[in-house]
């Protein structure tokens, strides 16, 4: 078990370009999530999997988002034609069907 | 509409003096409930969680949290705080009828004097 892993942990880019962000969760958990976190804040939550079924997306996952988990299990996350606005930290967790969510080390999100 | 609240932004408590966080929730359905902690840039690690049964649960690093249904609350304490714990305190909820998807507090900073 070597836990949730994210990649990259800091990305900077320029407005409008886009971003990806992969995810990978603890191998025997079926669900996994994504939270977006900005300074001051308590982490919000964006979407979640079971196995590769998107299962809930939150209203905050504007059409620009998109969130993948083909094979049931890396996902990754798509922000396009970035904005200011999407800078934050962007953290995923896995769990079990009934466990509690283990979070990884998050990614940093930098848009000028 | 679910949601937490956790009434302190910052708390400073001097090393070796008790700590209580307070967290209450707004919740529809029998929830589960976690405390997580933060260090700068770093994600969230898990203390402790109730899901159901006695309602003192034991975390890690010392930390213990009290469910009370009639109050809505499930406050972190700890007897003594070390110059460690220094850190951001989340209070989270969730249920499995929403997927055990969590809604989070906005957090506790915890400053520790020396």
């Known amino acids: 078990d070597t836990g949730v892993s994210q990649d990259p942990r800091h990305k900077i880019t320029k407005r409008g370009q886009n971003v990806t962000f992969r995810c990978d969760p603890i191998s025997e958990h079926n669900r996994l999530y994504w939270y977006r976190q900005t300074l001051g804040q308590g982490p919000e939550f964006l979407t979640y999997?079971?196995?590769?079924?998107?299962?809930?997306k939150s209203r905050l996952l504007s059409d620009r988002f998109s969130a993948e988990r083909p094979k049931g299990s890396f996902s990754t996350l798509e922000i396009q034609r970035t904005e200011q606005g999407d800078s934050a930290m962007y953290l995923c967790?896995?769990?079990?069907?009934?466990?509690?969510?283990?979070f990884g080390e998050g990614s940093r999100l930098t848009v000028l | 509409a679910q949601s937490v609240t956790q009434p302190d932004i910052h708390i400073t408590v001097s090393e070796g003096a008790s700590l209580e966080l307070r967290c209450n929730y707004s919740?529809?359905?029998?929830?589960?409930l976690f405390w997580y902690v933060q260090s700068p840039g770093q994600g969230l690690q898990l203390l402790l969680k109730y899901f159901s049964g006695d309602t003192l649960v034991q975390g890690i690093k010392g930390f213990e949290a009290e469910f009370k249904r009639s109050q809505s609350s499930f406050n972190l304490r700890k007897p003594s705080v070390h110059w460690s714990d220094a850190a951001e305190y989340f209070c989270a909820v969730g249920a499995k009828e929403y997927g055990n998807k969590l809604v989070f507090g906005a957090g506790t900073i915890l400053r520790v004097k020396s």
């Open positions: 919740y529809g359905a029998t929830p589960y």
């Open positions: 999997f079971q196995n590769e079924a998107q299962l809930e």
């Open positions: 967790a896995s769990s079990t069907t009934v466990g509690e969510l283990f």
